[in-house]
T-cell receptor, first 113, second 110 residues
């Protein structure tokens, strides 16, 4: 299985809601990533997990809370988001953190009203 | 992190023609990667070239790397309508982080 899956595909939420994005891979990869991508822009790194531990947080606001329950799963918990947080959220994984290719999921299109 | 520049920002060609995209980067790299993204979807890894390599081929793709000029190019030969997508270069630091360039939007018309 060489696929990264993400759920849901689309999410609409209000500024007071709490929601979670989910990502799963079964390639035995030990590094997982969250990216945020605005329209017509490149992906921007948010978080890196290495061996289930948070290794990089790119100064992301605390209203985004990542979680890695096990080596196959990565969650992104959302709370009190702003309309400017509307974007495509991409999950990726790689074999490890030595700079190899990353495998991306299809993304969750998030709209904050 | 500073993003690299890709050139051109948009490219429109006919099927069968070759497409060349250029990428300039800013940091010292361990590798340079190219990704494709179809509209609103996830990225697909195309090719990785290491800093000690100068050229690499994969099917219809040819990538070159000039570390003295901090630049790379991606050539797609005999393009097809299915190649229509955005193409990003990404600087690999040798650790986990990738810094993506601004991308080139390629449109291949039948």
């Amino acid at each position: 299985d060489t696929e990264v899956t993400q759920t849901p595909k689309h999410l609409v939420m209000g500024m007071t809601n709490k929601k979670s994005l989910k990502c799963e891979q079964h390639m035995g990869h030990r590094a997982m990533y969250w990216y945020k991508q605005k329209a017509k822009k490149p992906p921007e790194l948010m978080f890196v997990y290495s061996y289930e531990k948070l290794s990089i947080n790119e100064s992301v606001p605390s209203r985004f809370s990542p979680e890695c329950p096990n080596s196959s799963l990565l969650n992104l918990h959302l709370h009190a988001l702003q309309p400017e947080d509307s974007a495509l959220y991409l999950c990726a994984s790689s074999q490890d953190t030595t700079g190899n290719e990353q495998f991306f999921g299809p993304g969750t299109r998030l709209t904050v009203l | 992190s500073q993003q690299g520049e890709e050139d051109p920002q948009a490219l429109s060609i006919q099927e069968g023609e070759n497409a060349t995209m250029n990428c300039s980067y800013k940091t010292s790299i361990n590798n340079l990667q190219w990704y494709r993204q179809n509209s609103g979807r996830g990225l697909v890894h195309l090719i990785l070239i290491r800093s000690n390599e100068r050229e690499k081929h994969s099917g219809r793709l040819r990538v070159t790397l000039d570390t003295s000029k901090k630049s790379s190019s991606l050539l797609i030969t005999a393009s097809r309508a299915a190649d229509t997508a955005s193409y990003f270069c990404a600087e690999g630091s040798g650790y986990s982080t990738l810094t993506f360039g601004k991308g080139t939007m390629l449109l291949v018309s039948p």
